[in-house]
């Protein structure tokens, strides 16, 4: 239930519960839930203390590492923005009037220091499975959440819907700025609509690349055959865009067979001998770390780039030959 408070604040930004599908939270992710009803994570700021010295992440300490390591131009202008927002909430939380380039800045302020334990300690988040919403325009802490989410403060909440996707251990919640998050969950649709029009290209003009395109996307390429029928290669690449194939990543899928796609029919060609090839023993890995043509004992190359450029040389147009007649050989049984 949303808390009463809440119900003036702009939905512009807000914390919202982050979950996949499929990844198991106690059948909890079957009805788009992070915890059970009524059950609530309340969390306080990260403090990280070095030689005895506390000091919180507060996203507002243009002293911290992440800013000092920021390229000369960028950091000026970051330890600007800190020192306009630190200003301007020190005016309204503590009637202390500062100007952002006063040379004694840090030493006229007297809330927001990154040491103030009495202050930073105060400063935490409750979030359950509705979403919180924030409004730093007008709420000086709802402002302060803000930059301490996006620094990192809160072990629970990612940054932004992009952050919490390509973190390794998902993270309960994230931060949603509406635009930024309806542009992520956007860009993976308009790169599958996009695969899903090239295949459906394929199908309808193409079928001969369709097959191939199968062979190098699929992992298991051997059980395409020239008798594979056209429903079962459209039906496969359609599972495979939408993150049900031997990829899972959903974008990384679409980003693949579009890649794929894209391939001249000759690269195609090859690539596909090249993957049925290794699998039938025409040609082999070594212990020397090379591959080998089995039948003339050539060597190839190091890896699948350097066998596909050895075959595109027409001086090597003989081993090529015997490939696609031996390979071919199954693709037509």
Known sequence: MIEKYQTNKSNAVSIKPY????????????????????????????????????????????????????????KEAKIKQIRAVVAELERELAANVIEIDDKEFWNKVKLLKPDNHSFWEKITIRVGNEPTFLDPKKDPYDLIKLYAIEAGAFSLIAKSYEAAKKMAKPPKFYLDRIES??????????????????????????????????????????????????????????????????????????????????????????????????YHKVIVSKSDGFIYHIE???????????????????????????ITKKVEKYWNS
């Open 19 to 74: 979950f996949d599908s499929s990844i198991s939270n106690m059948g909890l992710e079957k009805y788009g839930m992070n915890v059970f009803e009524g059950v609530f994570h309340e969390e306080q700021l990260t403090c990280i203390e070095v030689n005895g010295i506390k000091r919180y992440l507060t996203g507002l300490n243009e002293f911290a590492p992440e800013v000092k390591l920021l390229p000369e131009t960028d």
């Open 296 to 322: 003339s004992s050539t060597m190839l190359g190091r890896n699948q780039t350097d066998v596909l450029e050895f075959l595109r040389n027409p001086l090597n147009d003989q081993i090529l030959l015997d």
């Open 181 to 278: 998050t309806v542009s992520t969950k956007t860009e993976y649709k308009k790169l599958r609509n996009k695969a899903l029009a090239e295949l459906q290209k394929m199908f309808d003009k193409n079928t001969n690349k369709l097959f191939l395109v199968a062979k190098v996307v699929d992992m298991d390429s051997i059980q395409y055959r020239k008798s594979t029928p056209n429903d079962i290669l459209f039906e496969n690449m359609d599972r495979h865009i939408n993150g049900d194939g031997s990829e899972d990543n959903k974008k990384r899928a679409a980003e693949r067979f579009l890649e794929v796609a894209a391939m001249d029919m000759e690269t195609l060609k090859i690539k596909s001998l090249v993957k049925d090839a290794n």
